[in-house]
C-alpha cells in the first residue's frame, strides 16, 4: 500500500509569513494526525482528525495554526502568521479504526526553517 | 499528566547488544510502542507490547514490560551500524474518548566498530 504523502519536503519562509503543509493519508485510514517535531524532541500532537472531524486540538496555537481535512481524506496545515519557534518538522500521519496492534503510519515530513 | 522519558543517548560497539529504557506515566495505557527514526525520515514503528504481557521478541528485538514500575525497554541484539538512529518509546494514551500516542524525546543509538 502507498505510504502517508506529505509535500513539500522543506520550506524555508521569513518570520510574519504564511505556509501551508499537505498530507495525504493511506487510503482508508479514518483518523490522520499532526505532529510538531522541534529539533532533539520527540513528536508533538498538534491535532487530531477522526474522518474530517476534530476530536483532539488542545496542543494546537489556535491563534496562529489552522488545519482541516477535506472529505475525511487529505488535510492541510497552516501557519500564519510564522515565528522563529515553529521551525520543526511537521509530520502527519494516519491510522486505520482498531489500530492498536499497527500502530501509526507517518510520513516523511515537511522540515520547516523560519528565518 | 502525561509524560514518556528516556536517556538521550546511547553508545555501543557493533555486535554488542544496546539496551533502551523508558518510563511512562499512564498506567491504562493498552499498547506501548518503540519507533525508529533515521535522519531526514519519518517514524518507522519497529515494535509494539500489550500491556497485558511481560515481555515480546521480535527477531533481534526484545521489548521488556514492567508494568508495576511503568518501565519499558528494547534490547537489539547483534547491534550493527545500519541501527544507528534515534528510537523514540511511546504510550497510547486515551484524551477525550480517543487514543492518541505520546512520544518521548528519543534516544539516539550509536554504532561504532
Known amino acids: 500500500e502507498a505510504g502517508v504523502a506529505q509535500s513539500p519536503r522543506y520550506k524555508i519562509i521569513e518570520k510574519r509569513q504564511s505556509v501551508a503543509f499537505w498530507c495525504n493519508p493511506i487510503?482508508?485510514?479514518?483518523?490522520l494526525y499532526w505532529y510538531q517535531q522541534i529539533l532533539g524532541q520527540g513528536p508533538k500532537l498538534l491535532i487530531q482528525?477522526?474522518?474530517?472531524?476534530?476530536?483532539?486540538d488542545s496542543q494546537l496555537p489556535k491563534d496562529r495554526f489552522s488545519a482541516e481535512r477535506l472529505k475525511g481524506v487529505d488535510s492541510t496545515l497552516k501557519i500564519q502568521p510564522a515565528k522563529l519557534e515553529d521551525s520543526a518538522v511537521y509530520l502527519c500521519?494516519?491510522?486505520?479504526?482498531?489500530?492498536?496492534?499497527?500502530?501509526?503510519?507517518f510520513g516523511s515530513g515537511t522540515r520547516l526553517t523560519v528565518v | 499528566g502525561e509524560d514518556v522519558e528516556q536517556s538521550l543517548f546511547l553508545s555501543v560497539r557493533e555486535g554488542d547488544s544496546s539496551v533502551i529504557n523508558c518510563t511512562y506515566t499512564?498506567?491504562?495505557?493498552?499498547?506501548l510502542y518503540w519507533y525508529k527514526q533515521e535522519p531526514g525520515a519519518g517514524l518507522q514503528l519497529l515494535t509494539y507490547?500489550?500491556?497485558?504481557?511481560d515481555m515480546k521478541q521480535d527477531q533481534r528485538l526484545t521489548v521488556l514490560l514492567n508494568k508495576k514500575d511503568k518501565h519499558l525497554s528494547l534490547r537489539i541484539a547483534d547491534t550493527q551500524t545500519g541501527d544507528s538512529a534515534i528510537y523514540f518509546c511511546?504510550?497510547?494514551?486515551?484524551?477525550?474518548?480517543?487514543?492518541?500516542?505520546?512520544f518521548g524525546a528519543g534516544t539516539r543509538l550509536a554504532v561504532h566498530p
Open positions: 507490547i500489550f500491556s497485558n504481557m
Open positions: 482528525f477522526q474522518n474530517n472531524g476534530v476530536v483532539d
Open positions: 487510503s482508508g485510514h479514518a483518523t
Open positions: 499512564d498506567s491504562s495505557s493498552t499498547y
Open positions: 511511546a504510550e497510547a494514551s486515551i484524551s477525550g474518548g480517543y487514543n492518541k500516542l505520546i
Open positions: 500521519a494516519s491510522s486505520p479504526t482498531g489500530w492498536g496492534r499497527v500502530g501509526y503510519t
